[in-house]
């Protein structure tokens, strides 16, 4: 009886601490999404997006308080869950700047980090498995024109409405 109920604890503890396969490169498809931001400054609102996942990058584009801001990020993925980033910014102006970071995959979930010339943006995005969606948490930290420490936060909900997803049997579902 000892043997049986040691066999099925390693049995559970291998299942259960097993790695999950951290992403490669993001599934391809076109997200539609919405999000509300707070302000350390009291500030606090919502926004629409749009994502455009393919591979090794992808674009959002963000509408708040009628300004639009679009990102590019570039992955480059390593074999150890690990990747770095080149993300591009293009506000409302037509202003562009350059950021690079890096961060890491855990099964569906990545987060990433980058520096800003007077902050730090950090971002955790989770692909669901199935379904097509993805929810997107974050902040924004950097230092005001009167030198004060300000942050942004922000939760986002997006859906696929084109493109394909890993289904639960490891294929690609179209969308």
């Not at 300004?67 to 409302?92: E, I, W």
């Not at 700047?97 to 730090?120: E, P, V």
């Not at 997107?136 to 997006?158: A, C, H, P, V």
Request: charged fraction near 25%.
């Amino acid at each position: 009886m000892k043997r049986l109920v040691f066999f099925a604890i390693a049995i559970l503890s291998t299942y259960v601490l097993a790695k999950e396969e951290a992403l490669r490169e993001f599934p391809t498809g076109s997200y539609l999404g919405e999000g509300w931001y707070r302000t350390s400054f009291g500030a606090e609102g919502d926004y629409s997006s749009f994502a455009e996942f393919d591979g090794d990058q992808w674009t959002a584009a963000y509408l708040r308080d009628g300004k639009l801001t679009t990102y590019t990020a570039v992955f480059d993925f390593t074999d150890d869950s690990f990747f770095n980033v080149d993300v591009t910014q293009v506000d409302s102006s037509g202003t562009e700047t350059n950021h690079q970071g890096n961060g890491y995959c855990i099964g569906n979930t990545c987060h990433l980090s980058t520096f800003l010339s007077r902050g730090m943006l950090e971002e955790t995005f989770e692909f669901e498995s199935t379904g097509g969606r993805i929810k997107r948490i974050g902040s924004l930290m950097y230092i005001d024109e009167n030198f004060d420490i300000q942050t942004i936060i922000w939760e986002e909900k997006m859906v696929l409405f084109s493109g394909n997803f890993r289904n639960r049997d490891g294929g690609l579902d179209d969308y």
